[in-house]
């Protein structure tokens, strides 16, 4: 379950009991406004000017108390790799700073590909793309047919499904733009799972309507698990017949 309000949203099982516990939170609401100032996964550089362009991003292992180290380590490898894909950038190394801090750098092949997290228009559609299991290293193949569909123009917006669960990524997604969301949920699992439990996919990727019969094509024909999420509305998020309110409501 979500980590950062794990307990309270445990004892609750009405999502939008859940949702609004989380807008009522100014921590909450603050963490999500820094996401209109940099609207990206990882930190954008340019490093030797006019020659190349470089990704870093950066993670923090996990609570040693929910995870032992090497899961830990893991899933703190696979968050810089993968927020580095969903930026357009192709892996490089990765490096520890300290005990826990991880730094990863990547290799953009043009500024035009660096891709926002940000969704950025209404109708877009939503996918949820790859998978990701607990405790497993990523797929490299699923990080390099991201990569190639943004350097492609494939994409409009990729964003990494932190350990947060979906529903706090989604809203990631919405606050720069104050867009919102109409999905839908999976069949397999419970609603509260779905948006707030461990995701089983890792990025949210949108496409406009000129981009997504080559973008679902290109992941098909590379094996990449796709999932039709839903599409992007105006403001309003909804679940099914759910509704969770406007994006605006849950930033300061």
């Known amino acids: ?3 950062i309000y794990g307990q ?7 999502l939008v009991d859940i949702s609004d516990v989380l807008a009522k939170d100014s921590n909450f609401q603050k963490g999500l406004k820094k ?10 550089e340019r490093v030797a000017k006019g020659v190349f362009t470089v990704a870093v991003s950066k ?11 090497t899961v830990a380590v893991t899933r703190a490898n696979n968050e810089v790799v993968i927020k580095l894909a969903c930026v357009g950038a192709r892996y490089l190394t990765i490096k520890n700073s300290d005990d826990r801090r991880i730094n990863a750098l990547g290799l953009i092949k043009s500024k035009k590909n660096i891709t926002p997290m940000a969704f950025d228009c209404k109708g877009d559609t939503i996918y949820l793309v790859g998978s990701m299991e607990s405790g497993e290293n990523f797929n490299a193949n699923h990080l390099n047919t991201l990569v190639r569909a943004i350097e492609d123009e494939l994409v409009t917006s990729a964003h990494y499904i932190s350990s947060n ?9 919405c606050t720069p733009n104050e867009l919102g969301f109409d999905i839908t949920g999976d069949a397999e699992i419970e609603d509260k799972e779905f948006l707030f ?10 496409v406009n309507d000129s981009q997504e019969n080559d973008f679902v094509d290109h992941l ?9 999420l839903g599409h992007v509305t ?3 998020m909804r679940l099914d017949e759910l509704s969770f309110g406007s994006v605006s409501d849950y930033v300061l």
């Open 165 to 173: 669960g979906l529903f706090l990524s989604l809203l990631e997604c």
């Open 8 to 14: 309270q949203i445990a004892e609750l099982d009405d």
């Open 59 to 69: 993670s923090e292992s996990p609570s040693l108390d929910k995870y032992d180290e």
């Open 220 to 228: 098909f024909n590379n094996d990449v698990p796709v999932t039709l």
């Open 197 to 206: 439990g461990e995701s089983r996919y890792m990025a949210i990727v949108t």
């Open 1 to 3: 379950m979500v980590e």
């Open 234 to 236: 105006k403001g309003e």
């Open 35 to 44: 996401y209109v100032a940099n609207p990206y996964d990882a930190d954008i």
